[in-house]
């Protein structure tokens, strides 16, 4: 009788159990999607007024500008987990963390307040580049201070004091410049010449080379794209209006000269 009652209450435990972690389960999902769109919705805004299409943004679903941030919280979640691991070996401290966040938000906050205008320095293409680590940076300082909350609960410390004074200032600041400097910075790429977007036909052709920039909505955007912000051409098509989509194609010039295009986007008014 002992062994049926005993064999019956481990299941029921181990039913428990799944049943209180569930709920758990589905509070992080929809914070992470909460969090996920509006980190989507910062890329975008950055993105589409870097190219000189604000208005885009407004156009973008809830799960396309989510979509738009899935690099960013990966790489938020695994420099969580890392750090989360690393707390729970004993190899990593609440001093640690915050020191490498801290050093991490500063190079980011150092390369993009140096490339987001390259002063002429640097090649405006890998200033972007720079300016879009810068961005990553970001990232990996804000799962490193998720990893220090960790740490800090580990060791009994109050949250509700420590988080005013120092991650939370940290964490806002890295949510507000991560996605400014990444966006900013893929911004200045695509919209110049030459373009690595992927070149489109339409069924009607209109004079204008046009390069897919994605999804807006339930149609696509294209951009005619300019070293000038200002000389740039958008559209909005519906997919059946494209007849092909391909690599962009490259001038008898450029193709013997890769150097011969050097010109700098100009800044959006």
Known sequence: MTDETTATREPLRAASGLLETLPRLASSVIGITAVAY?????LSSVYYTGLGAPWVAHLLTVQQMSASASWFVFVIVCATV???VG????Q?????LVRWSTILFVI???LYSMFNDTFGFVNWQHGALFESFGGILFAISIGLSLGELVALAADGRSLVTYLPHWVGPLLVAALFQ??????GGVAKVDGSVPSHLPAVTLVTPDGHQWMMIGPAGDQLLLISPSNDVR???FRLVAPSMIAAIGTPPRSDAEAS???SVKGHPEPHP
């Open 257 to 259: 000269n890769p150097n």
């Open 38 to 42: 509006v980190i989507g919705w910062r």
């Open 108 to 110: 980011g906050s150092v």
């Open 231 to 233: 000389a740039r051409v």
């Open 82 to 84: 890392f750090a989360t």
């Open 87 to 90: 707390v729970i070996s004993g």
């Open 92 to 96: 990593a401290t609440a001093r640690g």
């Open 178 to 183: 991560g996605p400014q400097a990444f966006a």
